[in-house]
């Protein structure tokens, strides 16, 4: 095994001191996210397709449960001459569901969200074809025979689903395909609901896990891709249009808050009953596949005593945001729909929790508008439905933009961000995680929504290094270097790893105590040299690169220690960076956040 100082020159000058320049850079983002962005405009057009089917599908099926006709125009059960036959209705939906679930595939239960948060952090961002078929079957047989839920939560999963499947025909990295997958997710909800904004904001706070334009770029092109789409399919937006408000004030910006506070500990409430009913159907001593079942004869009979709770109830968001809905007799709504939802969900069928919010938090402000002395019915619904939203689904920007696009009312964007804001902070003191994230820590997964910049990328190398490395001629014996270490001689016992320098004290190799333990047990052990034993192809680092470079180094080239060079000279040893000295990274930002003093 010969130095090779000159490979090992020629490397370092070509490799990491270029790594070291594009380090610095503001971004990591290279020319991929093209091509990630021309995919993303099929994965958009996909979703555009899906999100039209689904809804051709409930609205196919909701004429025949409920009026026996064949149509697909878009029409609400509330109507419905069924008399008390209407509780069979759901039910049925219901067994039809449950054998899909079972004898299909059991991910097609549930609300789409947890699903597609599972499959981006657990399952390599994959999902399997029959999902992206099942789920919105199931979503439609769900919503088109009553259920009390929106398209938006099956419309995130299914889309997600498409880009996954799409993303897979390709050679991608996990990162590549959580890309396409959260791009078709939120394309499918501005398809939907036209709010191609809040679909971007909604996969930045939830469904990312990151902000880089990496991601963002591609995702923000199948919105917009969706958005344009739309239009000829289903129409243009806004869904719920209404008159414009006028510029808030003060005040009302203080009842925002107040009104935020009431949705942040009603989000708190409805959490706690979804998960309370699921914790009884646990008990049930039935197959799951008949909960959804027993789940709908609750709907049915919601639907008998107040027939507004049936069907994702857009006309009931509607009648809130144009104030037609006011006072105490909406008190009754917001308790059948929280209650039926609830149960429903809690049974394991398949539909959205978006639109459900959106009327329980419309209703809660529409109850409220007669004591609030300023404002009207329609502008606190407004301000209810994107508080409850807020709060529930601990996303305030989605909702506050959200909430702008249903409706085009771009004056209150004042009061509807000072309602999230005041909603999110209640849940987030008093609820450990969300109606979104409980689902996955019951299955065993925690997640953490808490996004802030690795402290490796702003600590550089040289605030963390040793700047007095072990080093050794590179001529020494391995039974010298053998003997100093056995006498605990300071000079080489600094680390694990020894620096080799040549005889003009330039970097020429590496050993550890490992290779020498290794080179002594090899015959004519005596006469082999540190250079001979240690590693000459070595990697480095500058002092002067993020720690982050570094450890991406270290992982990839699995090696557990770095010498440091200078950028312009990579054989002018200045320093050592080990394990010690990336924790000390990690202790500073602890001391940051823990250590309290004064100054």
């Not at 008949?290 to 009979?301: E, K, N, R, S």
């Not at 109850?367 to 301000?383: E, K, Q, S």
């Not at 080093?471 to 600094?494: D, F, H």
Request: with cysteine; charged share 15%.
């Amino acid at each position: 095994m010969g130095l090779q100082v000159a490979d090992f020159n020629a490397a370092a000058t070509s490799g990491p001191a270029r790594q070291s320049r594009a380090a610095l850079a503001d971004f990591r983002t290279d020319r991929r996210v093209l091509l990630l962005s021309a995919m993303a405009v099929v994965v958009g057009g996909l979703a555009s397709a899906v999100a039209y089917i689904l809804l051709w599908l409930i609205a196919g099926i909701t004429n025949l449960a409920f009026y026996h006709r064949f149509s697909a125009l878009p029409t609400q059960p509330q109507g419905h001459h069924l008399g008390y036959w209407v509780i069979a209705v759901p039910i049925i939906g219901a067994l039809i569901i449950g054998l899909m679930a079972r004898f299909g595939s059991d991910k097609i239960r549930g609300h789409g969200i947890p699903e597609a948060l599972e499959a981006i952090l657990l399952g390599r961002s994959k999902i399997q074809p029959r999902v992206a078929i099942l789920k919105p079957l199931s979503a439609a047989i769900s919503i088109g025979t009553g259920g009390p839920f929106g398209a938006e939560g099956p419309i995130i999963m299914t889309g997600g689903a498409f880009g996954s499947l799409f993303a897979q025909q390709f050679h991608l990295s996990s990162a590549e395909r959580k890309t396409l997958l959260v791009a078709g997710a939120a394309a499918g909800m501005s398809a939907v609901f036209a709010t191609p904004v809040a679909a971007l904001l909604l996969a930045v706070e939830l469904l990312l896990f990151e902000w880089k334009p990496r991601s963002f770029i591609p995702v923000a092109v199948a919105c917009i891709v969706a958005s344009v789409m739309r239009v000829p399919l289903l129409g243009a937006g806004p869904i719920f249009p209404v008159h414009g408000h006028d510029p808030v004030s003060a005040n009302q910006l203080a009842y925002a808050a107040c009104l935020g506070v009431l949705a942040g500990f009603g989000s708190g409430l409805l959490t706690l009953l979804v998960y309370a009913c699921e914790d009884l159907f646990q008990k049930l001593p039935l197959h799951w596949m008949w909960w959804p079942a027993i789940g709908a004869v609750f709907i049915g009979v919601g639907g008998v005593l107040e027939p507004r709770v049936l069907g994702v109830g857009y006309d009931t968001i509607h009648a809130l945001l144009r104030g037609e809905l006011v006072g105490p007799p909406v008190a009754g709504l917001v308790l059948a729909k929280a209650l039926v939802w609830a149960i429903a969900l809690g049974s394991g069928t398949s539909g959205g929790v978006l639109a459900p919010l959106l009327i329980m938090g419309g209703a809660l402000g529409a109850f409220l508008a007669p004591w609030i002395p300023c404002g009207d019915a329609g502008m606190w619904a407004t301000v209810g439905m994107a508080a409850m939203m807020g709060g529930t689904m601990r996303s305030p920007l989605t909702a506050m933009v959200f909430a702008v696009e249903l409706t085009h009312d771009f004056n209150l964007f004042g009061p509807l961000l000072v309602t999230s804001i005041s909603a999110l902070g209640v849940t987030v003191l008093l609820m450990r995680r969300s109606i979104l994230t409980e689902k996955l820590a019951r299955r065993g997964h925690h997640i953490t929504r808490e996004y802030s910049i690795d402290p490796f990328e702003l600590v550089r190398v040289g605030d963390v290094m040793d700047t007095q490395p072990a080093k050794i001629p590179a001529a020494m014996k391995v039974t010298e270097l053998s003997s100093q270490l056995a006498r605990g001689e300071p000079e080489v016992n600094r680390h694990q790893a020894i620096l080799l320098m040549d005889e003009h004290q330039h970097l020429a190799g590496i050993i550890t105590r490992g290779d020498v333990i290794r080179a002594l047990g090899k015959p004519g052990a005596e006469k082999l040299t540190v250079a001979e034993a240690g590693s000459t192809e070595l990697v480095v680092t500058h002092p002067d690169e993020p720690l982050r470079a570094a450890l991406d180094r270290m992982l990839r080239d699995d090696v557990g220690r770095l010498p440091v060079v200078e950028s312009s000279h990579p054989k002018r040893v200045v320093g050592y960076l080990g394990r010690a000295a990336i924790l000390s990274a990690r202790l500073r930002l602890h001391e940051e956040e823990n250590l309290r003093a004064k100054g």
